[in-house]
């Protein structure tokens, strides 16, 4: 299996990874090996795509008249 040696690691980030593997229950080179397989296989996400699904969705709720909402809100409020 290869291995691998980490130089120059920033006190801050050491810091925190360590402060990972403690809450996960893991050993400081588990946690390295989660948090990197976690950046390196997970799923690219088109930004634009999402984008347009997310208009053609909004796009077929019902309209909302805001000066209603506030009246109903207030109905039955001194």
């Known amino acids: 299996m290869p291995t691998l040696t980490l130089k120059n690691l920033n006190p801050e980030l050491h810091?925190?990874?360590?402060?990972?593997?403690?809450r996960n229950r893991r050993s400081l080179n588990s946690e390295i090996l989660m948090?990197?397989?976690?950046?390196?296989?997970?799923?690219?996400?088109d930004a634009?795509?999402?984008?347009?699904?997310?208009?053609a969705f909004?796009?077929?709720l019902p309209s909302v008249e805001h000066a209603a909402i506030g009246r109903y809100k207030r109905k039955g409020r001194a």
């Open 15 to 22: 810091a925190r990874l360590k402060a990972l593997a403690e």
């Open 58 to 60: 909004v796009s077929t």
């Open 35 to 45: 948090q990197l397989e976690i950046a390196v296989f997970a799923p690219r996400i």
């Open 48 to 55: 634009a795509r999402h984008a347009r699904d997310l208009e």
